[in-house]
């Protein structure tokens, strides 16, 4: 049981390491804040303010919400280990093992540190010069583009697309919005 417990405490470090540097605790705030004043129903008069709101919101708690869950399950572990049952050694290592696996998948969020990364982007794709072959190629690449960004879990608007006279596209604009979009 003393390997599981060493290897829980690193986690929990780690753990509080990152909670430091993404800030977790401020941003829960702003959170809190902002939740505070979508309560109030005087907000909703005006509703492009609201929605900015709502989605400040829900960008926050994409970011706080796991970070959480992740802390207050490591410490749920901690309290069942302290109860010293030898029979649940198993379990505890695959619930340990799990947790560094998602620690280890939400430790990217720590990458994003410049200035613009949890901003939303625009991308903007163009064939320039090369004939149907470079727009067909723009094609593919904005193809490429609007599935990755889907797979991600971010929403694309094509703001603009000028299509070719023979295949492919001379050029197009996609607004990608997201979690960390401008960073990824």
Same mark, same amino acid.
Do not use: C
């Given at each position: 049981?003393?390997?599981?417990?060493?290897? $829980?405490?690193?986690?929990?470090?780690?753990?509080a /390491? @990152?909670? !430091?540097?993404?800030a977790? &605790?401020? =941003?829960?705030?702003?959170?809190?804040?902002?939740?505070?004043?979508l309560?109030?129903?005087?907000?909703?008069?005006?509703?492009?303010?609201?929605?900015?709101?709502?989605?400040?919101?829900?960008?926050?708690?994409?970011i706080?919400?796991?970070?959480?869950?992740?802390?207050?399950?490591?410490?749920?572990?901690?309290?069942?280990?302290?109860?010293?049952?030898?029979? $649940?050694?198993?379990?505890?290592?695959?619930?340990? /093992? @799990?947790? !560094?696996?998602?620690?280890? &998948?939400? =430790?990217k969020?720590?990458?994003f540190?410049?200035?613009?990364?949890?901003?939303?982007?625009?991308?903007r794709?163009?064939?320039?010069?090369?004939?149907?072959?470079?727009?067909?190629?723009?094609?593919?690449?904005?193809?490429?583009?609007?599935?990755?960004?889907?797979?991600?879990?971010?929403?694309?608007t094509?703001?603009?697309?000028?299509?070719?006279?023979?295949?492919?596209?001379k050029?197009?604009?996609?607004?990608?919005?997201?979690?960390?979009?401008?960073?990824?």
């Amino acid at each position: 049981m003393q390997p599981l417990l060493k290897r $829980l405490d690193v986690l929990r470090k780690s753990i509080a /390491a @990152a909670y !430091e540097r993404l800030a977790i &605790d401020s =941003k829960a705030e702003q959170a809190k804040h902002i939740e505070e004043e979508l309560a109030a129903p005087e907000i909703w008069n005006n509703p492009v303010y609201a929605q900015e709101k709502s989605k400040q919101l829900a960008a926050l708690m994409a970011i706080v919400d796991p970070w959480r869950t992740l802390r207050a399950q490591v410490e749920d572990i901690d309290e069942l280990m302290a109860l010293g049952d030898e029979s $649940l050694v198993s379990e505890f290592e695959g619930q340990i /093992a @799990a947790l !560094e696996a998602e620690f280890l &998948d939400r =430790k990217k969020d720590l990458l994003f540190n410049g200035e613009y990364d949890d901003h939303n982007a625009i991308l903007r794709l163009s064939a320039g010069v090369g004939g149907t072959d470079a727009q067909d190629w723009t094609e593919m690449l904005e193809r490429m583009y609007l599935r990755w960004a889907e797979k991600s879990g971010m929403s694309t608007t094509i703001v603009e697309r000028s299509t070719a006279d023979e295949a492919g596209i001379k050029s197009s604009v996609i607004e990608v919005t997201g979690p960390f979009a401008y960073g990824k």
